[in-house]
């Protein structure tokens, strides 16, 4: 199973308030926001999305409501992984019974599972439901490293398989999925550095949580690149890299500082994540000020 998934992908932030329940009214805002800016898709309950911190309720909730705002130009991947197999599994048939376009899986992480183990999972949730099956590759988040070969193998063998999102921070291994993958399967780029490097070298996208308040300049960048203008890209990529380093500590709130800053609310993390206190949140007004992006 496959499909046309290509371009720029957001991993959305999902906007908690501070009891840390979903924020509807903040959720279809942003949803809002990132479909009027022509981002190609947007990927909800990753690890920008905090995923794994919310209940199974909240996620379906959140699929429901991105269902809903996506317009037609604008792909919907949800991600349903998480250590328990019977939740992958229903929220597997929620996205399937919602309407979402594909799905993503990171493999289950506490017990660091082997390439034996991490094959029948990927089989299983590839049979859960008639959906396109993305595999979610971090292994900096997971302690689990899916080997190019391993996740070329799986994408042969499941045709429910249709790609793999790599955030393996490696480049190496990203070019080498690559030069292996199928000439109808995906592979898309987590780690934002190497977008315009990764397009050059043949990937087919990317998916990225810090193009959240930036969005513009992700969607510019792809452009370029297709249009050939490659110097021009290069700036755009060089932009991103330095607006992408102010947004990384503490994990994900700075990203919804940034949004803040753009009039967006974004709401809150939800524990075990922290908020920023106020002496970081003006460093960080200054820092994008100073940047021209804020």
């Given at each position: 199973m496959s499909g046309n998934y290509s371009g720029v992908f957001v991993a959305m932030v999902t906007p908690f308030n501070e009891k840390g329940?979903?924020?509807?009214?903040a959720l279809t805002s942003l949803v809002d926001f990132l479909v009027g800016k022509k981002v190609d898709g947007i990927y909800a309950a990753g690890t920008t999305g905090e995923g794994l911190l919310m209940t199974v309720g909240q996620r379906k909730r959140l699929a429901e409501i991105c269902?809903?705002?996506?317009?037609?130009?604008?792909?919907?991947?949800?991600?349903v992984g998480d250590n328990s197999i019977e939740n992958v599994r229903e929220l597997a048939s929620h996205a399937k019974?919602?309407?979402?376009?594909?799905?993503?899986?990171?493999?289950?992480?506490?017990?660091?599972?082997?390439e034996d183990a991490v094959r029948h999972y990927y089989s299983m949730v590839s049979s859960f439901v008639d959906l396109p099956l993305f595999i979610y590759h971090i292994p900096p988040m997971t302690g689990v490293q899916i080997k190019p070969e391993t996740a070329v193998e799986m994408m042969e063998e499941h045709s429910g398989i249709t790609g793999i999102k790599d955030s393996s921070g490696d480049f190496r291994n990203l070019l080498q999925l690559i030069s292996m993958?199928?000439?109808?399967?995906?592979?898309?780029?987590?780690?934002?550095?190497?977008l315009l490097a990764g397009l050059v070298s043949g990937m087919d996208g990317c998916v990225s949580g810090y193009s959240n308040?930036?969005?513009?300049?992700?969607?510019?960048?792809?452009?370029?690149?297709?249009?050939?203008?490659?110097?021009?890209?290069?700036?755009?990529?060089?932009?991103?890299?330095?607006m992408r380093s102010l947004?990384?500590?503490?994990?994900?709130?700075?990203?919804?500082?940034?949004?803040?800053?753009?009039?967006?609310?974004?709401?809150f993390v939800k524990p075990p994540l922290r908020r920023m206190t106020e002496k970081e949140i003006q460093k960080l007004k200054r820092n994008l000020k100073t940047r021209g992006a804020a």
């Open positions: 329940e979903l924020d509807e009214a269902r809903d705002r996506c317009n037609k130009n604008t792909k919907l991947i949800v991600h019974d919602t309407g979402v376009d594909a799905i993503a899986a990171v493999p289950g992480s506490y017990y660091k599972p082997d993958k199928p000439k109808d399967r995906t592979v898309f780029c987590g780690s934002d550095d190497f308040p930036f969005p513009e300049s992700y969607v510019h960048l792809y452009k370029l690149f297709k249009d050939n203008e490659l110097g021009k890209a290069l700036a755009i990529q060089s932009r991103i890299s330095e947004l990384t500590s503490p994990p994900v709130q700075p990203i919804k500082e940034a949004l803040k800053m753009r009039g967006i609310d974004a709401g």
